[in-house]
């Protein structure tokens, strides 16, 4: 493995000098923390709020990444726009949480005020000002640029940089697909975690981990549901083509298979309180007695054709927009269960419905994770979108049974990593190839480069899950 940045990145502290092994000081030291609050959170396009939390004109959401805030708020049915949330004044926020504020923005300490557009509007005995202190141009709200898609409003703190959609490609293509823009919000639940940002992220690029982990998702024995007759080992690859299928026929258990898969179905539902929602577990359910021992070899491909035409069919009867599941099962980087976005964004889909993470630092060694469970809804019956949630500590019973497996191993890696002994991870280069990925692309943002080479780089970054080691062009 060859140094993974030109010379220009020699200025970047624990740069990846291999692409399979991360220094662990990356996790902890305060000045690569700060060159990452310096030279990355304020380049890279970032969630900032769901649409349906700012469905009127008026509705605001602040969002706040370590020490900018921006506030995103509805001018109109067709404008949304983003500004620095400080007043022109004295730099007092102007919004804070969420809300709606229809007639504009009113500075709470010295009542100075702005229309939605980012007009200033009133100062109380202009009189007293320099002439030049009350500039129209100048008094403007500074806007912060702002872009829609996948259902969400996306901010990006430097307005030289590229547009949306040329920025998250590669994402946006999986969630278009799965027509994201039609998913609402069931529930918003948010996590204290004791450690760093990427650490948290990172938990979520690979399923190298479920074995250990969720032990509870590991793939059902076929050799229990094709039966223990000795005929069984002709199914194996080096087994005779007519022996396969006469053996396939006899003793592969339909029931048994399609049991197992329910019980999956619904395990994972459980576990993640939505990932595959109830709802589509339920409709499953009703496929119990199909017969799949004509094609046992091809089961798994049967039985989601099956599970897909019963879902889609359920929700378009309610109104509901649903994509071609089965369109989606042919393209594996689109069909993934999980797709992440550069820097910190992911979207596990799963049927008609999917979960949402988000991770923002909030110190070397602490960051927030939240976690959104979204799914479709008849037109009109959509939900109040859930408010935001107070962050519960990563041991808290409320979890669900995955993400609490998840957080439990978490805090003792940060604090593991701080073993002297420890110097670096050591990455799988064929499925842990997107830790790698995405740490390059930090390290480009560290080291200053453009986006001429930073844009395709956060795309080939982004993407399925469990990926491996990328040229990412530097």
């Not at 004791?194 to 250990?212: C, D, I, R, S």
């Not at 795309?459 to 990328?470: L, M, N, T, V």
Request: aromatic share 12%.
């Amino acid at each position: 493995m060859t140094e993974t940045l030109s010379s220009r990145a020699l200025n970047v502290p624990f740069r990846m000098e291999r692409p399979d092994r991360v220094p662990a000081q990356r996790y902890y030291d305060p000045q690569f923390y700060a060159m990452e609050n310096e030279r990355l959170w304020p380049r890279t396009w970032q969630m900032a709020c769901r649409l349906e939390e700012i469905e009127n004109p008026g509705d605001y959401v602040e969002y706040e990444i370590l020490d900018h805030s921006v506030v995103v708020v509805r001018v109109d049915s067709d404008t949304i726009k983003a500004y620095e949330n400080t007043c022109r004044h004295r730099g007092v926020k102007l919004a804070q949480g969420s809300g709606s504020l229809p007639s504009g923005f009113t500075c709470p300490f010295h009542g100075w005020c702005w229309s939605l557009d980012g007009t200033n509007t009133f100062v109380f005995q202009p009189a007293l000002f320099d002439g030049g202190q009350l500039d129209r141009d100048d008094l403007r709200l500074r806007e912060v640029q702002v872009d829609t898609a996948l259902g969400c409003a996306w901010v990006n703190l430097d307005r030289s940089a590229p547009p949306l959609r040329e920025s998250i490609a590669t994402f946006a293509r999986a969630g278009d697909a799965w027509q994201a823009q039609d998913l609402r919000a069931e529930w918003w639940l948010s996590c204290a975690l004791p450690v760093n940002w990427k650490l948290a992220t990172e938990a979520f690029m690979e399923g190298y981990h479920v074995m250990q982990t969720h032990p509870q998702l590991l793939p059902t024995d076929y050799k229990k549901l094709m039966g223990d007759d000795p005929i069984y080992r002709e199914l194996s690859p080096g087994g005779s083509g007519a022996k396969k299928r006469k053996a396939s026929r006899e003793y592969f258990d339909s029931r048994g298979f399609i049991d197992a898969q329910l019980h999956y179905m619904n395990t994972l539902s459980v576990g993640m309180a939505g990932l595959t929602h109830m709802n589509d577990v339920r409709i499953a359910e009703g496929l119990r007695d199909l017969d799949l021992s004509d094609d046992p070899d091809n089961a798994d491909k049967a039985w989601q054709r099956h599970v897909n035409d019963a879902v889609m069919a359920w929700h378009r009867h309610r109104g509901e927009a649903m994509p071609d599941l089965n369109k989606l099962l042919e393209t594996p980087e689109i069909w993934s269960p999980v797709q992440f976005c550069f820097p910190n964004y992911f979207m596990l889909f799963n049927y008609s419905s999917a979960s949402v993470y988000r991770i923002r630092p909030v110190s070397p060694e602490s960051c927030l994770f939240e976690l959104w469970s979204l799914t479709r809804y008849p037109p009109g019956q959509e939900p109040v979108p859930p408010p935001k949630p107070v962050p519960m500590l990563p041991d808290d019973p409320r979890w669900p049974p995955i993400p609490a497996q998840d957080f439990s191993n978490l805090p003792i890696q940060q604090k593991a990593l701080h073993n002297r002994g420890f110097q670096f991870m050591r990455l799988s280069d064929k499925v842990e190839g997107m830790i790698s990925n995405y740490q390059r692309v930090v390290d480009g943002y560290l080291a200053g480069l453009g986006y001429d080479q930073l844009t395709p780089a956060v795309q080939k970054a982004s993407g399925a899950f469990d990926a491996p080691i990328r040229d990412i062009g530097f």
